[in-house]
C-alpha cells in the first residue's frame, strides 16, 4: 500500500459536520486532507494544546487552514500560532453559508449534493467524497451501510465521536479503503475487557489462558458485529479497543478515536514522505531485568543497513537516563526490553473549595514509583501517576453520572494546587493500594520508570516497539499522544524467547514491509496456529521500518543544536519570579549541552 500525498490544507473543527462540508469542499482523491479538533484551552496543558496542533501543520507543511466551528479564542490562539514564523492564511467557517465561496479543486464534480442524515456522518462523507459531491445534512435517518473498499484496505470506526468518524473518512478516501461504522462500546464495557486482557494469568479468572484468549475473541467479535474484510485484505480500527485481536487471519493497526485522532495520522503520513529519513537512528534499551537476545540481533540487523544505533545497557539503562533520552534524544525507532506492569500505590482524599466557591473532594490513586537520580546526590527526582477515582462521590469512571457532575475550574484548580507543593494541599484521608490501575511502570536498571512524557524524540514522531508484558494498555495511549507515529506494545504476559523472535523477525524476514503486515506476518512464524497473539500495532497503515543512508551523527548534531538554542532563547524569556519553570528549563538545557558536547567532541 502507497503512502498518500498530504494536503498543504489543514482543518480545524469542533463542528464535525462542518468539517465534512469542507472536507467535500477540499480534498482530492489520493491526498489525504488533514483535520483534527481544536485545541481544548480549558485544559491546564493549553499551551501544548496550540503547539500540537502548530506542530502536526508544520509536519503537514500547511500554507492553508480553515477553522470550522470554534470558539474566537481557538481561533485566535491557532491564527497566533500559526503565523510566528511565516504568513500561514487562516479562514473561519462558522456555518455552511460560509462554504459557497470556498475555491475548490480543478475536477469535475456531481452539481447535485447528496443528501444525509445526522447520523453515520462518515458513511455519508465518504460517499460524497467518492462521487465528487457536497453533502448536506438535514433530519432524515442515514442509511445503514458500509462504502465498500476499492484497494483492499477497510477502515473500522467506533460510532461515539462524530469527528473521528469525519478524519477516518478522509484516512479511507485517502487510501482507496472502505469505511463500516460498529456501534460505541461504552467505556465500562471497554475497561472491562481490556482488564480481562490484563489479569489472563490470574488464577482467578477460573479458565486458562487459551480459554480466555478465545473469551476475549468471541467477545471483540460481537462489539465489532462481524465485519466483512476483503479477502487478502487489511484493516485499521479506529475507537478504544484492540480488535484486530479478534482477527488475526487480516493484517491490522488501530488508531484512538480520541484524543488528537487527526494528529496522530498526520505524524505517521508525514514521516512516509519522499525525502523523509525513516527509521535511522535507532535506540535500544535494555537495563537487564530480563534476557534480552533481540537487543544484540537488533544491533547485528541494523548496522549492515547503515543505522546509527544508541544503546542503554545494564546499570546505563536507568530512570534518569532513560527518561531524558526518550523526551530529548532525536531517535527514529526505540526497542524496549524489560518488565512492566501497574504498581501499588496510595489512594488520597482531599478536600478543598473550587475557584467557584464550591466545596470539592477529589479521591485519586497515586503511584509514586519513577525514581531518578540527579546531579545533586541529595535529591531524587519523583513521577506520580494520577488515576481519578470520583470526585464529590461520585465515580469518575461512570459516564453517565460523570455527566451529570459539575466539573467547572474543579479539575484546574485541583492540578493547581497539587504542582504549587505538598504545602498547599494535603490530603484528609490515607490508605494503600496493591494496583494502581493504569500505571504501567517499566523497571529500570535502578527502579521502576512511568513512562509520562509530553512529547517524544526531540519534539519528533518516532516508531516505540515496547517489547514488554502488557506494554499495551496505558502506554500505547501515552506514546501516541506524545506523538510517537507509531507503537507496539503487548497485551498480555510475554516470555524473553517469544518477545525476541517476534522483533526479530520484524527486523529481518519483514523488514520494510507495511509496519501492521510485519507484526501480523511475524506472529504466526512464531506462534503457529496456536490462538496466541500478544502484539498489537497502532498507528497508520502504510508506514514502514527502513534506513535511508546518510550522515546521521551530522544530523543528530544539527538538530541537537537547534534545540538547544531553542530552550536557550525559552529560558532568557522567563521572568525570575518563574522558579520552577527556570529550574525545569535549566535542567534540559543541560540535557542538550551534554549531549551535543558528546557528538562535537567525537567529530574532532
Known amino acids: 500500500m502507497k503512502c498518500p500525498s498530504i494536503s498543504k490544507i489543514f482543518i480545524f473543527a469542533d463542528d464535525a459536520k462542518l468539517a465534512a462540508q469542507l472536507s467535500c469542499a477540499l480534498a482530492r482523491p489520493g491526498v489525504y486532507l488533514p483535520v483534527c479538533d481544536g485545541p481544548r484551552l480549558q485544559r491546564p496543558d493549553r499551551d501544548a494544546e496550540i503547539i500540537r496542533r502548530h506542530n502536526a501543520a508544520a509536519r503537514a507543511r ?34 455552511s453559508s460560509d462554504l459557497p465561496a470556498l475555491p475548490r479543486p480543478t475536477r469535475k464534480r456531481d452539481p447535485e449534493p447528496l443528501q444525509w442524515g445526522p447520523e453515520r456522518i462518515g458513511i455519508g462523507l465518504l460517499k460524497a467524497l467518492r462521487a465528487s459531491q457536497d453533502i448536506i445534512f438535514d433530519a432524515q435517518s442515514s442509511p445503514n451501510e458500509s462504502v465498500p473498499s476499492k484497494g483492499g484496505h477497510l477502515v473500522v470506526c467506533e460510532e461515539g465521536e462524530e469527528l473521528a468518524q469525519v478524519i477516518a473518512a478522509n484516512y479511507a478516501f ?23 486482557f490484563y489479569m489472563m ?17 468471541q467477545e471483540l467479535l460481537k462489539l465489532s458485529g462481524g465485519i466483512s474484510v476483503p479477502a487478502g485484505g487489511s484493516i485499521t480500527f479506529v475507537g478504544q479497543l484492540p480488535f484486530g485481536f479478534a482477527y488475526p487471519e487480516h493484517p491490522s493497526t ?20 519522499p525525502n523523509e529519513p525513516g527509521t535511522g537512528v535507532v535506540v535500544l534499551v535494555d537495563p537487564g531485568t530480563t534476557p534480552a537476545p533481540e537487543i544484540q540481533a537488533a544491533i547485528d540487523l541494523l548496522r549492515p543497513r547503515r543505522a546509527f544505533i544508541r544503546t542503554y545497557q545494564d546499570r546505563a539503562a536507568n530512570v534518569r537516563h532513560v527518561s531524558e533520552m526518550i523526551d530529548h534524544f532525536p531517535y527514529d ?4 526490553a524489560t518488565h512492566c506492569g501497574d504498581s501499588s500505590g496510595y489512594r488520597w482524599t482531599y478536600e478543598f473549595e473550587d475557584s467557584e466557591g464550591r466545596d470539592r473532594t ?19 527526582s519523583v513521577t506520580q501517576f494520577m488515576r481519578y477515582i470520583s470526585v464529590d462521590g461520585v465515580d469518575w469512571n461512570d459516564p453517565q453520572e460523570k455527566a451529570k457532575l459539575h466539573v467547572g475550574t474543579a479539575m484546574w484548580d485541583f492540578m493547581n494546587l497539587i504542582r504549587s507543593g505538598p504545602n498547599e494541599l494535603k490530603p484528609v484521608k490515607r490508605e494503600t493500594v496493591p494496583r494502581v490501575v493504569g500505571s504501567s511502570a517499566m523497571m529500570m536498571a535502578d527502579g521502576n520508570y512511568i513512562v509520562m512524557p509530553r512529547s517524544l524524540a526531540d519534539e519528533g514522531t518516532p516508531i516505540i516497539i515496547n517489547n514488554a508484558c502488557l506494554s499495551w494498555h496505558r502506554l500505547a495511549g501515552a506514546f501516541m499522544f506524545a506523538n510517537a507515529r507509531a ?18 523477525r520484524m527486523l529481518d524476514k519483514h523488514w520494510q514491509k507495511p509496519l501492521a503486515a510485519a507484526l501480523w506476518a511475524a506472529q504466526p512464524d512464531v506462534y503457529g496456529t496456536n490462538i496466541r497473539r500478544p502484539y498489537v500495532v497502532t498507528g497508520v497503515y502504510p508506514q514502514r521500518l527502513r534506513v535511508k543512508v546518510m550522515d546521521y551523527p551530522a544530523r543528530i548534531k544539527r538538530q541537537l543544536a537547534r534545540s538547544l538554542a531553542n530552550w536557550k532563547r525559552r529560558r532568557a524569556s522567563l521572568k525570575p519570579d518563574d522558579g520552577k519553570q527556570i529550574a525545569m528549563t535549566e535542567e534540559i538545557i543541560e540535557v542538550y549541552t551534554r549531549e551535543l558536547t558528546h557528538f562535537l567532541d567525537k567529530s574532532r
Open 62 to 95: 500547511t500554507n492553508t487552514a480553515y477553522m470550522a466551528g470554534v470558539s474566537d479564542e481557538s481561533f485566535e490562539a491557532m491564527r497566533e500560532s500559526l503565523n510566528q514564523h511565516r504568513p500561514v492564511p487562516c479562514h473561519r467557517i462558522s456555518s
Open 333 to 336: 525507532l526505540l526497542i524496549i
Open 362 to 380: 477529589f479521591v485519586v490513586d497515586i503511584a509514586a514509583v519513577g525514581f531518578a537520580h540527579t546531579d545533586d546526590p541529595e535529591v531524587l
Open 201 to 217: 494469568y490470574d488464577p482467578g479468572s477460573g479458565l486458562s489462558p487459551r480459554q480466555a484468549q478465545e473469551y476475549l475473541r
Open 487 to 504: 507503537y507496539i506494545g503487548t497485551l498480555f504476559p510475554i516470555t524473553p524467547s517469544e518477545a525476541a523472535a517476534v522483533v526479530v
Open 254 to 273: 488501530h488508531l484512538f478515536d480520541y484524543p488528537d485522532l487527526g494528529i496522530c495520522i498526520v505524524n505517521g503520513f508525514a514521516a512516509e514522505q
Open 174 to 196: 485517502a487510501l482507496d479503503a472502505g469505511l463500516t461504522l460498529i456501534p460505541e462500546v461504552n467505556k465500562e464495557a471497554a475497561d472491562a475487557l481490556l482488564e480481562f
